[in-house]
């Protein structure tokens, strides 16, 4: 019967209508000439992220936390998974985004952060503080509202060395833009093995908590999560052209197709034990009924 429900839930997942589309990546468009759509001089059209999935970061990259204390990258790699945001804290509009999309998908994914997986937010801008990043951090442990946050999710500034290291091994291009005197930038947040390897990218704004919940059980290489985590993995695929996860169609008409000769069989088992005594006893039941009639 628990098998049953487990590929149940893979096939109503299939059977959903209408898959969500992947957000943007993009802060602007990137035509092959003229301005961008955002209105972006065409000298910032290459703003975006490519993916360098499996490549490893810098951990020995040199930042300061919120306290303004150096600390290395590999310090926040726990043997835990790690997800990755690029901002910056001054950010009028995007970067907000970014972090409440984080914040929202936290918020609603049973692991918490500091025990399950570690969260290390950075700072591109190299002119901001500290004191910065310890203010933003202070609003979003405040609306995460978990023990285990304040020691688990990290605020980052760095110089422009390391942070050049850092964004290049990831794959963010992201440019000043004189004319708004803003940076122009990509919008998304990347996942990382325990070992300081991309493993998942996630585009836009908005990361469904189902799709975070099955990367981080696929980066810890299951260390955690459950057998319906284990279960969905194989009923699901992600797709790096999206950064979304898909059901895997072959998968799920395998899993419902066990699920149905497990059913068979153990329906005859059950009607082979109970099939002749429980012909018998009718039987019998009727014969004394019949006798004192």
Not at 231 to 260: E, Q, S, W
């Amino acid at each position: 019967m628990a098998c049953l429900l487990l590929s149940a839930s893979c096939v109503l997942a299939f059977a959903q209508p209408g898959m969500p589309q992947p957000s943007s990546p993009l802060y602007g468009a990137r035509p092959e000439s003229g301005t961008v759509s955002t209105g972006l001089p065409k000298a910032l059209k290459n703003v975006g992220i490519d993916q360098r999935l499996n490549e490893q970061v810098p951990l020995d990259a040199v930042f300061k936390d919120e306290q303004g204390q150096e600390v290395r990258l590999g310090q926040f790699f726990k043997g835990k998974p790690v997800v990755l945001s690029l901002v910056y804290y001054s950010c009028p509009m995007l970067c907000t985004q970014v972090l409440n999309g984080q914040l929202g998908a936290f918020r609603n994914v049973s692991f918490n952060i500091g025990e399950q997986f570690e969260v290390v937010t950075v700072s591109f801008d190299a002119r901001e503080t500290p004191q910065l990043a310890s203010a933003k951090k202070q609003t979003y442990i405040k609306g995460y509202n978990r023990p285990s946050g304040e020691a688990g999710w990290h605020f980052l500034t760095g110089d422009e060395v390391n942070i050049t290291r850092l964004t290049e091994a990831v794959g963010f291009r992201f440019a000043w833009d004189e004319q708004t005197k803003q940076f122009a930038h990509a919008s998304g947040i990347m996942l990382l093995t325990p070992e300081g390897k991309l493993a998942r990218y996630f585009y836009g704004i908005d990361y469904p908590p189902k799709d975070l919940r099955m990367a981080l059980v696929e980066a810890s290489q299951n260390k955690i999560g459950t057998p319906v985590d284990a279960l969905m993995l194989y009923c699901y695929h992600y797709d790096p052209a999206t950064g979304k996860y898909g059901v895997v169609v072959m998968n799920v008409l395998r899993l419902a197709g066990i699920v149905t000769v497990i059913l068979i069989v153990g329906m005859i088992l059950v009607l082979r034990k109970r099939g002749p005594n429980s012909t018998t006893q009718a039987a019998a039941t009727e014969q004394d009924v019949n006798v004192g009639a």
